[in-house]
């Protein structure tokens, strides 16, 4: 039966979108559940997928995310573009402190964490590369937020902020100053805001447009002292040379979208 | 006019399959014409692509592949999931020599490099992240070729196999002997023959039914003399350290397809 191109694009993107970092092998009918199509449907449409290499089946017949599509998506500039420009940055970082470092950018109003070098010692973290968290709260999201546009603040301010620990700003009449503060100091600290354990310095990453793209952070343990004003300067150093490498050549201060 | 279910299927995946590392960025154009579609059919297609995040649309209008599908890529075991494994182990190497670390799988009758740390002074390598290569050049690659199943030895081996340098093996008579020692010794060593003035040592990782998943290595620059024990044990004891981390406990000797 011949159908609507429309309808199968958005089943074949249904059926992508099915696995999860929780569920990143499912059987058919898993598949099927999950993407919200028929069994026979999910059988000729995963077959063309595995068939190109979007899917791929294991030993046991399950199908995975392929090896083909990783590939493609590889060349995701917002991802990966930024990720091989930043890695010698993050690298440094890592040798220099042998802790948690981070690049996030943001998608609408969450933040996708695309590189985290994990040192083995270090204090955990919640992150996976791949994975969303929200805005308000770690030290990266911080400095994605208050760099946002207008609107994209206010969206994200007139949602019910979840509360991670006691210190989590989740009243937008103590973010925003916080977020102005941000812009205004040029790098975040998130202070036992996500754990009750741990302390993130966040700095922007500047395009070629002087637009904020990215940010990068240091994760540690938290301390009762404030962290040491060498940390930030580790930080906001590695974020410099992030933005030198992605083509930011501008003298002036970082141009938020809303400044 | 409806059209065909596996048409469309078809024509999706030939759009993402249109951008490449030389070509990330597209215009419209340039998008139906690789993808081999009609430029209303690409614009169409496109359009719900960038609806649900499969590709992102930039300032200019061009398209690129997007942020959502790079997170679905993120759930690619084979791709993902190893190099999660394997980051700390890569990290450790390259923290130790400074020099580049690679990680790779095998794709059919080629390579894909899978993650690649490169340090700033090392010795420039041709790789790339989410790149191909060929099996029969590389330290990877040999130690992939070596332990890959007898058909897909065959099938290299049948095909005229590219020189890299005077000391690229292209021969079948040559390359079978170098595969059955680079399995009785359980490393690979590619002595400047891809490039004049780099030597990679190479291992295989294994995974948790005891066969080769992946190949990990050090390239190094090229030097007169043999490389030293301590080098090759470096290599092989991260190897083991990945191999342990993706659940391989065997204490057998590394078991391959061929043996």
Redesign the interface.
Known sequence: M?????S???K??AL??A???DA??LTLSELARRAGVSLPTAH??AA??VT???L?RTAEGRY??????????????????LR?AA??FL?DL??VTRQNVQLA?R?GLEL?FVER??G?GAVPVLTR??G?FTLHATGVGLVLLAHAPAQVQEAVLANPLPRYTDRTLTDPSSLRPALAAIRAQGYAISDRMVTPDALSVAAPVLGRAGTVQAAVSLVVTAADDAPTRALINVVRTAARGISRALGYTHPNPVRSFTG
């Open positions: 011949p159908s609507d191109g429309s199968v694009t958005a074949v993107l992508l979108g696995f999860t970092a990143p092998e000729r449409r063309e997928l190109w290499g979007a791929e995975r995310i392929g090896l083909r599509l990783w590939e493609i998506a590889a060349l995701a500039p917002r991802a990966h573009g091989e890695l010698p690298e890592y040798v950018v998608e996708v070098i994990a083995r590369v791949g969303r």
